[in-house]
């Protein structure tokens, strides 16, 4: 399933989301236009490797993804889940709380596999947060998603909490599933950073709130 967009109104533009995913499709081409040595030295440096963590890696490793599926996909769940959260915490708020996010699901990463030398990349850490946020702030919302069923290709609307509490659980059973892995077998999805920083984004949204201009909003149109 790959959410498409929301059907709630926003009444600011989403610069800030818009802003993400001009940044990390700049850094993603950038990328593809290095050479086999140049890119391994960019990942090498940039992205996040639990067995030689640096810190600074919680922020750059979530500008980068592993291919052409893996953008496409983050970028249309950040697109789906982010104008709307963004409108309702404010600009600023809503970067430090995606920032917070992802750097919370890149800790929970690394506290699970700290042994693991395979790069870790991604901003699907953040947007699980935005979609945790999501399901705190907007659960009765519908969310118009690509649905593939075979052969056949379809869009539907689905309601946003059994979408995100769907994905999360989702997230939960590959999660158990990936502790016995090993060293040599652990490489694919980072399934403890969707799970850590969806709870971030439940935490995070409620102690930070929405900014008072938005309360009005939905208090005038009620």
């Known amino acids: 399933m790959f959410p498409l967009r929301d059907d709630r109104p926003t009444y600011t533009p989403p610069v800030i989301t818009f802003l993400l995913i001009l940044a990390c499709s ?8 290095l050479d086999d040595f140049s890119r391994n030295y960019f990942v090498a440096k940039y992205a996040m490797v639990p067995a030689r963590f640096v810190p600074a890696s ?8 592993g291919g052409w599926m893996h953008i496409i996909g983050n970028m249309l769940f950040l697109w789906a889940f982010g104008k709307s959260l963004e409108d309702a915490m404010g600009h600023v708020k809503f970067l430090g709380f995606y920032l917070l996010c992802g750097i919370a699901a890149g800790i929970v990463q690394f506290f699970f596999n700290y042994y693991s030398r395979i790069p870790v990349v991604g901003a699907s850490g953040a947007i699980a947060g935005v979609m945790g946020a999501y ?9 118009h998603t690509l649905v593939f069923i075979i052969v056949f290709v379809t869009t ?14 989702s997230q939960l059973f590959n999660g158990y599933g990936s502790i016995s892995q090993t060293q040599v077998s652990d490489g694919g999805t980072a399934w403890f950073a969707h799970i850590g920083g969806f709870l971030a984004g439940m935490v995070l949204v409620t102690s930070m709130g929405t900014r008072n201009r938005y309360v009005r909003r939905v208090e005038n149109r009620w």
């Open 58 to 65: 919680l922020v750059t490793s979530m500008f980068m993804h």
């Open 26 to 33: 700049l850094v993603f081409l950038h990328e593809i236009t």
């Open 135 to 143: 399901l705190i702030k907007f659960p009765r919302a519908w969310i």
């Open 156 to 169: 539907v609307d689905i309601p946003a909490w059994f979408f995100t509490i769907f994905w999360f659980v």
